[in-house]
């Protein structure tokens, strides 16, 4: 069986979670599979090991889980962009507008140098706001956004279209249309 149709059959829909409305797509049963977890972090090593990824950015606190494999079996640093207040040192934040509200993030002002090719990791793709949130953040650090990585994507909430517009490379393993 292949590695979308495994994980296609291993995520976990949650209706109504975390309102009436909406369907959660979780993960923690993946997570629970020791050897389901390994090919999908070898699925992420072969596809970004040749595509120049000088760090990988991963986004609180999902995008940790495989974000940081990758970048060790990839050999570069792991920066955690994280809620406002979350980090020690000095930081950079950025505010933002989700559909129900602001959010602000943070990234310690010295993890990345400036030229730096990133990629940007999260679970999943929904609106696409978090990640170029994200984005839009570490380039103020001179960085430069050298793509995005995502386990699923929520093809109808249309969060690619959003993030074309900093990067066209974006790899998902499993979509949802």
Not at 156 to 170: N, T
Request: aromatic letters at 8%.
């Amino acid at each position: 069986m292949q590695l979308i149709e495994i994980l296609r059959n291993t995520v976990r829909a949650v209706p109504d979670f975390p309102k009436a409305g909406i369907l959660f797509r979780d993960i923690t049963p993946v997570l629970a599979n020791p050897a389901l977890s390994q090919e999908i972090s070898e699925a992420l090593r072969a596809y970004f090991e040749n595509k120049g990824i000088e760090a990988i950015v991963g986004i609180e606190s999902r995008g940790f889980l495989f974000g940081f494999p990758l970048a060790m079996a990839l050999g570069v640093p792991f920066v955690m962009v994280r809620k406002k207040g979350k980090l020690p040192t000095k930081t950079l934040s950025h505010s933002y507008l989700l559909e129900y509200g602001e959010a602000e993030i943070e990234i310690q002002v010295d993890a990345i140098a400036p030229g730096t090719r990133v990629l940007i990791h999260d679970d999943l793709l929904a609106t696409g706001g978090t990640a170029k949130a994200t984005a839009e953040l570490i380039q103020r650090t001179g960085a430069e956004i050298a793509g995005f990585s995502f386990i699923i994507e929520l093809e109808a909430l249309r969060g690619r279209q959003k993030l074309e517009v900093v990067s066209d490379h974006i790899h998902c393993l499993l979509p949802y249309s």
